[in-house]
């Protein structure tokens, strides 16, 4: 179930710390106060309908509540007494993935880096990143994100644009050094924000 914004992403623009840590934990306390005013009202009446709190786990950052095992009653009670709150409600869906055996492939031997290194990868020209370069945008101090097995930033093509202060979170296994599980967020990571320039590079910002 996700309720309704109140604005406090909104108002990210107005954040008085000057250091980006102060305004992250200033934006952080802000989603959190908005989430518990905006949640209180729903886990009152999730209270008076029996339901345990290991039925209920709520989300600040993106102010949504799951409840286990919900009742249409349930539901319906929810939507009439608090429907102006609600965004959308929805069943959760869990998609499970069958045991599979990954055969490694050297995918490196035979390959001469140091000419490769010269040639622009092809999916650069191909979805027209040279075409938005000659318009003068290039990406130049934007920040992109991306959420994968994880990343190795001591890449030749991403080493120099990893934004560094608060550029990495492990919610799992909470290490506060950027790994990459199995190679597979590195490779993403290239296009997004690897090395570039108008004849070579992989990346598109």
């Not at 008085?16 to 952080?28: D, E």
């Not at 209180?40 to 095992?69: C, D, H, Y």
């Not at 492939?105 to 000419?115: F, H, K, Q, Y």
């Not at 097995?149 to 990495?168: F, I, P, Q």
């Amino acid at each position: 179930m996700a309720l309704k914004q109140d604005g406090a992403l909104s108002s990210e623009s107005g954040l008085t710390s000057k250091s980006r840590g102060a305004r992250i934990s200033q934006l952080v306390a802000s989603l959190k106060t908005s989430a518990t005013n905006a949640q209180r009202p729903l886990l009152e009446l999730l209270g008076e309908k029996t339901m345990t709190p290991a039925a209920i786990r709520t989300f600040w950052i993106s102010n949504q509540m799951l409840i286990v095992n919900a009742s249409i009653e349930l539901v319906r009670a929810l939507e009439l007494e608090h429907g102006s709150s609600i965004a959308e409600i929805h069943e959760e869906q869990i998609l499970t993935m069958n045991n599979f055996n990954v055969e490694r492939t050297d995918l490196i031997s035979g390959v001469d880096a140091e000419a490769d290194a010269n040639v622009q990868t092809w999916s650069v020209g191909k979805i027209g990143a040279n075409a938005v370069w000659k318009m003068g945008v290039t990406g130049v101090n934007v920040t992109v994100a991306t959420i994968d097995t994880g990343v190795r930033v001591s890449h030749e093509a991403l080493r120099d644009n990893y934004r560094g202060d608060h550029g990495w979170f492990d919610p799992e296994s909470q290490s506060g050094v950027p790994y990459d599980l199995s190679g597979h967020g590195t490779h993403p990571s290239s296009p997004l924000a690897g090395y570039c320039s108008p004849l070579k590079g992989t990346g598109t910002a």
